[in-house]
């Protein structure tokens, strides 16, 4: 031991790179190295999916155009296969339907712009009510009152022979 | 700028005294066989974080694991990798472990005052096979169904309580989702568990001891 410490006899004392520094130093090089091989997948492979694209929109048909009220929104339900990763399934796609004059539809969005809750026509007030925040919108989605940042989303829809169709996925 | 959170977390934690004795400890001259724990140790990391990572897209139910698997695979940037870390890394375990073995058999490292280091290493041999054997159900292929199949029956044959080790592994009679399950649950918690709880015995008796020296002609 004693010789040893005769060999390295200045090792704190000198500024320059001993055998031991550059050891360390190597050694913390070899593990940045390994983390970042290890760490830049692991973030890939963690997000990966998040940035997905969504999948292409397509025409969805919702219901019949005569079961629509003149001059109220009427709820329809349509059922969607939606892909979500290795999961397929079966989701229920719900949209208020209105027309003043039975040639031109409005499709609304149920799902309240504030924070995702389902909001539901109410005929006795002629609007809106969402349960959670007490969001009130109007008949066309405009927002009457509460806390929702922007009028219930629209989908773009078609009548054809008589079946309401709304873009969606 | 470094150096003075060094510091000051020194000052609070008394860090530096601690990695001193940890890294900084004195140690006979010894080859390259010694390492073999170290990097047993280094594998165990590296099955932890892929391991981890798994678990975000693995869903260890009969209609979808497999499916998930394949996602893995085939679907998620690098999953490819990190499965294949964990896959290739399980192998890699399991040899080391018995080389780590071998090495301290032949050096007599097991002896006074170590002990327990080689009771608790023994404990990490059996908890490293156990990892093998739950793992190896998980992807819920052919191959890991029929090799869990031949498993069970041959922990059957074990004097006396062999049935009961059969039913108790596959959570029934049968091979089921129920076998699926139990198998992932010991494979990601109970596993993880034991093997943390007689590593840190085992590497604390390593630092506490010191490691063995080479054994001379008296020796």
């Known amino acids: 031991m004693s010789a040893d410490d005769a060999k390295e ?16 130093s190597v050694t913390v090089a070899i593990g940045a190295l390994i983390s970042a091989g290890l760490g830049i997948p692991a973030v890939a492979y963690i997000v990966g999916p998040a940035l997905k694209r969504a999948e292409e929109q397509e025409w969805i048909s919702v219901g019949s155009a005569s079961k629509v009220e003149l001059g109220t929104p009427t709820l329809f339900k349509a059922n ?30 149920n799902i309240c712009t504030h924070l995702g809750c389902r909001v539901r026509w109410i005929d006795e007030q002629g609007q809106f009510f969402c349960p959670c925040h007490s969001g009130v919108f109007a008949k066309d989605g405009s927002v009457l009152a509460g806390p929702p940042p922007r009028p219930l989303d629209r989908y773009d829809v078609r009548v054809e022979e008589g079946t309401i169709y709304i873009l969606g996925g | 700028m470094a150096a003075s959170i060094g510091t000051w977390l020194d000052e609070r934690l008394g860090w530096r005294h601690i990695w001193d004795a940890l890294f900084l400890r004195k140690i006979p001259k010894v080859n390259w066989l010694y390492t073999l724990g170290s990097a047993t140790l280094f594998v165990a990391i590296n099955q932890i974080v892929t391991g981890i990572l798994l678990t975000i ?40 472990v018995v080389l780590h073995m071998v090495r301290v058999i032949y050096h007599g490292a097991y002896k006074y005052p170590r002990e327990i280091t080689w ?26 169904f029929w090799a869990t199949t ?20 596959r959570g029934g009679e049968e091979l089921t989702g129920v076998t699926l399950a139990r198998f992932y649950g010991v494979h990601v918690w109970a596993l993880p568990a034991a093997l943390l709880l007689i590593l840190s015995v085992h590497i604390y008796l390593v630092f506490r001891i010191g490691i063995s020296s080479v054994p001379g002609k008296e020796d």
């Open chain 1, 9 to 24: 006899p200045q090792e704190t004392q000198n500024d320059e790179v001993n055998r031991r520094a550059f050891l360390s």
């Open chain 1, 80 to 109: 969607v296969e939606r892909k979500t990763a290795w999961i397929t399934d079966e989701q229920e796609l719900s949209v208020y339907l209105l027309t003043e004059d039975g040639r031109d539809y409005v499709a609304m969005s």
């Open chain 2, 57 to 96: 897209y693995y869903v260890p139910t009969p209609d979808q694991a497999h499916d998930t698997v394949q996602f893995i695979t085939t679907q998620v940037p690098a999953g490819w990798l990190i499965r294949g870390l964990h896959y290739y890394g399980a192998s890699a375990m399991v040899v080391l």
């Open chain 2, 119 to 144: 009771f608790s290493g023994v404990g990490l041999l059996l908890v490293v096979l156990g990892f093998g054997f739950t793992g190896y159900l998980l992807p819920w292929d052919q191959k890991a």
């Open chain 2, 150 to 169: 031949v498993g069970t029956r041959i922990a059957e044959v074990t004097p006396v309580v062999g049935r009961w080790v059969l039913l108790v592994m």
